[in-house]
């Protein structure tokens, strides 16, 4: 059984940075491509926001790019999300999963695992 667990949301001002860990276990997420997803405030549509392949290939959505950094630490089997300069429109719910959707040209069609409870994000102006 496939777990995953988000931790480090918070609270930061517009402009401030946060680091988000996905603490894998029943997987070795350098095995396969994983992905970070954000369900804005506004809605109820996951989106996705950054992936990285198991051959360490990323591709981000062009409202992260230049900002935000996803990397993994295969000893911890943990998939990380450094957010810098962090906007109010970056608020939302995120969570580790493996890609599926349309990310630029990309189309990711895999079988997600079993969702966490993700880690909330709030970026007040």
């Known amino acids: 059984q496939v777990q995953l667990v988000e931790s480090g949301g918070g609270s930061v001002q517009a402009g401030g940075s946060l680091r988000l860990s996905c603490a894998a276990s029943g997987r070795y997420l350098s095995d396969i491509a994983m992905a970070w997803y954000r369900r804005p405030v506004s809605g109820d549509q996951l989106e996705l926001v950054a992936?990285?392949?198991?051959?360490?290939?990323?591709n981000y959505a062009d409202s992260v790019k230049g900002r935000f950094t996803i990397s993994r630490d295969d000893a911890k089997n943990t998939l990380y999300l450094q957010m810098n300069d962090l906007k109010p429109e970056d608020t939302g719910i995120y969570f580790c999963?493996?890609?599926?959707?349309?990310?630029?040209?990309?189309?990711?069609?895999?079988?997600?695992?079993?969702w966490g409870q993700g880690a909330q994000v709030t970026v007040s102006a």
């Open positions: 992936v990285l392949t198991h051959t360490d290939l990323t």
């Open positions: 999963n493996k890609p599926k959707g349309r990310l630029g040209t990309t189309l990711y069609a895999n079988r997600v695992d079993p």
